[in-house]
């Protein structure tokens, strides 16, 4: 069953605007990561976010935690034409202890308009 | 560094027969996990190997199954295939067990069609 999901579920947003996706999550978590895939293939690690951290930047990505409304943000600046791609949030439930899996959401498509 | 690869990339199977799908991981990843993606069901959990060892298991039922080799490769078996196997089946690797914990690498991914 999915722990998360995206909001919105697709998004088309001008090249150079600011693209913003949410996360909501059931269950507590130990941490929570964002995977970008590119139609039909494998999936690449953005970032990992912990429960003890409420936001992460990375180049022109900022990740934000809010745990206690369960949810994440990811914002993607100054947008660009290869940033068309799915965006997904993964969970790892705080009940899996020492049994840890990622437990992915519904997925944002995100298309970026030239 | 080489990516994760798998083989075959695209496979067409008839339902009843089985299949074998195959995962090279990142050179020192000990971790593989395998993951089933559809259009309906999105994005499931199968299975985690580490050492050799089955770490962690979905909840698919037992037609499904996989290996780790002591060089980290994995393999997953899916018998009796059924339509509602068509999917892309992901494989992923990392440093170290547990898949929420570190930075998953995946493969391309294997396509599987059962008609």
């Known amino acids: 069953s999915q722990q998360g999901e995206e909001d919105p579920q697709a998004l088309s947003i001008q090249e150079g605007e600011n693209a913003t996706m949410n996360c909501s999550y059931k269950?507590?978590?130990?941490?929570l990561q964002w995977y970008r895939q590119n139609s039909g293939r494998g999936l690449v690690h953005l970032i990992l976010?912990?429960?003890?951290?409420r936001e992460k930047h990375s180049g022109r990505l900022r990740v934000t935690l809010d745990t206690s409304k369960k949810s994440s943000s990811l914002l993607i600046t100054a947008s660009r034409a290869a940033d068309t791609a799915s965006y997904f949030c993964?969970?790892?439930?705080?009940?899996?202890?020492?049994?840890?899996?990622?437990?992915f959401g519904t997925g944002t498509r995100l298309t970026i308009i030239p | 560094k080489a990516g994760v690869t798998q083989t075959p990339r695209y496979l067409i199977k008839t339902r009843g027969q089985q299949v074998t799908l195959s995962c090279s991981p990142i050179?020192?990843?000990?971790?593989v996990s395998w993951y089933q993606q559809t259009p309906g069901q999105g994005l499931q959990f199968l299975f985690e190997?580490?050492?050799?060892?089955?770490?962690n298991k979905g909840n698919f039922p037992g037609r499904f199954s996989g290996r780790q080799f002591s060089n980290s490769r994995s393999e997953m078996n899916v018998s009796t295939l059924e339509l509602g196997d068509s999917a892309l089946y992901l494989c992923?690797?990392?440093?170290?067990?547990?898949?929420?914990?570190?930075?998953?690498?995946f493969g391309p991914g294997t396509r599987l069609t059962v008609t």
């Open positions: 992923a690797s990392s440093l170290g067990a547990g898949t929420g914990i570190y930075e998953q690498y």
């Open positions: 269950t507590s978590i130990n941490n």
């Open positions: 976010i912990r429960s003890n951290e």
């Open positions: 993964a969970t790892d439930a705080a009940s899996n202890f020492g049994n840890e899996k990622l437990t």
């Open positions: 050179s020192g990843h000990r971790s």
């Open positions: 190997y580490f050492s050799e060892t089955q770490r």
